[in-house]
């Protein structure tokens, strides 16, 4: 038979080692979440150069319609490019497997373009999107 005391010891073990795998599991997340915010800012800086590039030589920036497809392929909608080149590979998803939301002109920025994404909730317009200045 086990000493009582034991028992007692035993459990309060259990519990700790639980009670470790569960903040471990937490910072775990947040460090997920922190390495996916990132990488969003690193994308949208990275095509931030080709929208400058497209709209130096064509005088606009693409419209929300054609997106940011127009840096893969030339449009067929109006107003078409006056010297359309391919600008990007392709374009990225965010770290949720969603299309970057692109609108322009912008609501954030109504001069230019806003380029953000709708984060884990993949709904633009919610508290969780990423936008560039993320973290600042």
Known sequence: MIPRTALVILGLLMAAI???????SIR???TVDGVNHWRVVGDIKA???PLKLYHTLNGSFP????GLRALVE???SSPRPTHWRRLFEGVPKDPWDTDYMYRCPG????DEYDLFSAGPDRKADTRDDVWEDWGK
């Open 18 to 24: 639980a009670a470790g795998v569960m903040v471990a």
């Open 63 to 66: 419209t929300t319609e054609q």
């Open 28 to 30: 775990l997340n947040a």
């Open 47 to 49: 095509m931030n150069e």
């Open 107 to 110: 609501v954030r920025h109504p």
């Open 74 to 76: 030339e449009t067929a």
